[in-house]
């Protein structure tokens, strides 16, 4: 469990995280409604954090295949 003080690695982590709170939030706005003034924001909000949420504890169950440890790029 070396990774649990590699920055490199909660910092890809982090970026999967993000895309996927973005992933989630545009998916949301979709299918909330046709008007971006009926958009439930509570909605949205809370699923991309969901989202974002799964996403980091997805890295640290399964592991990054791009994560190669260490400072090495």
């Keep these: 469990m070396e990774w649990i003080k ?15 709170v973005a992933q989630a939030m545009l998916a949301m706005i ?3 409604a046709t008007m971006i003034h009926q958009v439930n924001w ?3 909000i809370s699923a991309g954090l969901f989202g974002g949420i799964v996403s980091i504890l997805t890295s640290i169950a399964v592991g ?10």
């Design 42 to 44: 509570l909605h949205v």
């Design 6 to 20: 590699d920055k490199k690695w909660w910092g890809m982590a982090l970026g999967r995280a993000i895309r996927t």
């Design 30 to 32: 979709g299918t909330e």
């Design 64 to 73: 990054m295949p791009e994560y190669k440890g260490g400072d090495s790029e």
